[in-house]
């Protein structure tokens, strides 16, 4: 079966930059010149999807906002002549079909996920966290669906990490069972440094079957008294295949202050309009010390 269908979820509350996140959603926090958002959704259209659905919260009117058209915006740019503008504006709105829905209460990612049961319509879809933007020559998405349709399984997007980094993620308990491809028999969240199964985690890409509604229906509440998607996760792999693929791409997590300064950096490095300028400001920089 195709994959037609992204969830988004974009609700969380971006405490960690605080104190912009007050009135800024942390999604439309820019790389650049572009929210990091934008980027997610990109790579979902570029993958071939057709129709994203948002998870959003009270307070990220701005994401509905931003995908929305200015129809005021895009006739003072074409009076000013500034087309370059006007285009980019354009492509936006017109980028994919996005549907949005609340999730009324902080319960979880897994919770979110439940919230697109009536959007999945029984079929498989993918997911994509917003925390996580992946520069791929071929979007990492679109890597998850070839191998979803060699094995029509759910598929968890992953890569190694080092020992010392564990603790910050879910990790995969199981077996390599081809390139690039594990079997997944069971999931760790957060495992303390020397005691992970293995060094295999999650990175904020998922292909789901519609099986996994009725695993979070099961799923009871776990850290934070939050309904975990790791969990729910666990109790599919226990009912049918569950797989991992190391996708191939440089995954930055824009939801850690660390993370969003390296982007930005290599973002801005990437930009034929800005590449030199900058790289010589840093250069100074550093050699200042």
Same mark, same amino acid.
């Given at each position: ?54 998870? @959003?919260?009270?307070?990220?009117? !701005? %994401? ?7 129809? #005021?915006?895009?006739?003072? &740019? *074409? ?115 020397? @005691?992970?199964?293995?060094?295999? !985690? %999650? ?7 519609? #099986?996994?509604?009725?695993? &979070? *229906? ?72």
């Amino acid at each position: 079966m195709k994959i037609r269908k992204a969830v988004i979820p974009a609700a969380g509350l971006g405490t960690r930059f605080l104190p912009a996140t007050k009135s800024v959603p942390k999604e439309m926090i820019p790389l650049v010149d572009k929210p990091t958002l934008q980027y997610i959704v990109e790579e979902a259209v570029n993958a071939g999807i057709e129709d994203i659905l948002i998870i @959003t919260g009270r307070t990220k009117r !701005a %994401v509905e906002d931003h995908f929305d058209k200015s129809y #005021e915006l895009e006739t003072e &740019l *074409e009076k000013s002549g500034k087309l370059e503008y006007l285009k980019a504006m354009q492509d936006i709105s017109d980028m994919a079909n996005i549907q949005y829905v609340r999730q009324k209460e902080a319960k979880g990612l897994g919770h979110a996920i439940y919230c697109a049961k009536s959007f999945a319509e029984n079929e498989p879809f993918a997911v994509l966290l917003g925390d996580d933007v992946v520069d791929a020559e071929k979007p990492c998405l679109g890597q998850m669906i070839e191998r979803f349709n060699e094995h029509q399984a759910t598929i968890l997007g992953v890569q190694t990490v080092s020992d010392e980094d564990t603790s910050k993620y879910g990790i995969v308990k199981g077996n390599k069972i081809g390139d690039r491809m594990y079997h997944v028999d069971d999931m760790v969240e957060k495992p303390a440094p020397g @005691t992970a199964p293995s060094n295999v !985690a %999650v990175l904020g890409r998922y292909i789901i079957t519609p #099986e996994i509604f009725r695993c &979070l *229906e099961e799923t009871k509440p776990g850290a934070g008294g939050e309904i975990q998607l790791t969990d729910a996760l666990r109790i599919l792999a226990k009912k049918e295949d569950v797989l991992a693929y190391d996708f191939i791409g440089r995954r930055y997590d824009v939801g850690s202050k660390q993370g969003y300064l390296e982007a930005t950096v290599d973002f801005a490095l990437k930009r034929p309009d800005l590449r030199e300028e900058f790289l010589q400001y840093l250069k100074k920089i550093v050699a200042a010390g």
